[in-house]
């Protein structure tokens, strides 16, 4: 299993290319099984995920071709892959496939919608939480599916296809909204969706399916309006940057010091955490083609942050912020409201010297004068990172085991940190 060994002190000064949205491309890949023609996606992130889905994809019958490199392309960031789900052979998703990626769960809404039928995996919890799927469950059957929960399965039919219908979310919820609004796209009549989730991936998703035919108003509101058609077409569509990454190395920079430019992102993405930096002391200022972040000359001030549904302070940025307060000048709380277990970082945290209280969904993080390099242990995707952030600035080496939890969000991490000043270094055992 991959370490990654970190030695801490070294400030961060250069550029990041920002790679496309891991959390759209996943939702917009699950889009092309709606049309028997191509959907093609560019600026696909090379991530572990993704591969994990072409192959769930590729059960369903959906074919898939990378287009290669063109002269005088930078090598490495954004691929464009094209899918075409000509025929559905098979509308089950095996547990097998679906418990490694459990976005792959989304499969459901298009299956149902345009085959009117789908059997598939419940995906079962993960680390930061049961991850429960009844609203998913409860929204198909507004829209006129049969379900049963059969031997770990969801079993839905929908005779004759899925009828619009309005239906409100009774929490708001990302993969809820995307999954409705993929099944109302074939839905016969109008789907009023309230208390959507208002996510920026909700709208490049919604953008990919308007450009496919699809009748939508409304993505990036609390009320998404969907008007079904009978069958939708191919399209191109460009992912959107990934807004968690754009944070994350703001606050990797934020905590180290330096002054970097992250390109191929916006400020737009991500309001609440740049304004919380701004508070925290970065200076987060928009330049052509993306954001350039550096400390303006303080220390890092404690800032108290609440994570909520976009566009408050994004559950996806808690881990690493929480590792950015741990230098801070004083004491900050974190309050995680949208995962019941999202606080495994706090232990690996507190190897390096942190000093972290929990009460609950509390988190309060007393800010220490320095940390020490130390092994630690990657528990999930966000929480790995917020250990080579802490590391960036750790006395000695911190090694972070487990690093296939890095691998699923983040593309190429150790490159992109690397040419920036970092000494950071992937050992493979
Ligand atoms: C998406 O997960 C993201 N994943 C998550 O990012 C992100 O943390 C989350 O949205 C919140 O922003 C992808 O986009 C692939 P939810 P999702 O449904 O859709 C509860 C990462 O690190 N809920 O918005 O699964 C749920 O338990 C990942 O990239 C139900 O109760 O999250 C949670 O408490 C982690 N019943 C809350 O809603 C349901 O049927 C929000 O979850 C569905 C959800």
Redesign the pocket.
Known sequence: MDRIRIRGGNELNGIIPISGA??AT??LMIASLLTDDTLTLENVPHLADVEQLTRILGNHGVDFSVTGKRLRQESGFGRTIHFTARNIVDTTAPYDLVSKM??SFWVIGPLLARMHEAKVSLPGGCA??????????DGLRALGADIDIEAGYVVAKAKGGLVGNRYRLP??????T?VLMMAATLAKGETILENA?R?P?IVDLATCLTAMGAKISGAGTSTIRIDGVRSLSGARHRVLPDR?ETGTYAMAVAMTGGDVTLTGTSVDLLPTAVETLARAGAVVTPVEDGIRVYRNGGGISPVDVVTD??PGF???LQAQFMALMTRASGTASITET???NRFMHVQELARLGARIQLAGQVARIEGVPRLKGAPVMAT???ASVSLVIAGLVAEGDTEVSRVYHLDR?FERLEEKLGRCGAEIERISS
């Open positions: 891991k959390n996943l939702p459990r976005a930061i939480g049961t991850r429960p799927v009844d609203i998913f469950i929490k708001v919820s990302v993969g809820a995307h989730a996510e991936e968690i549904p976009y994004p559950t996806d949208i995962f019941e999930d995707l966000r969000g």
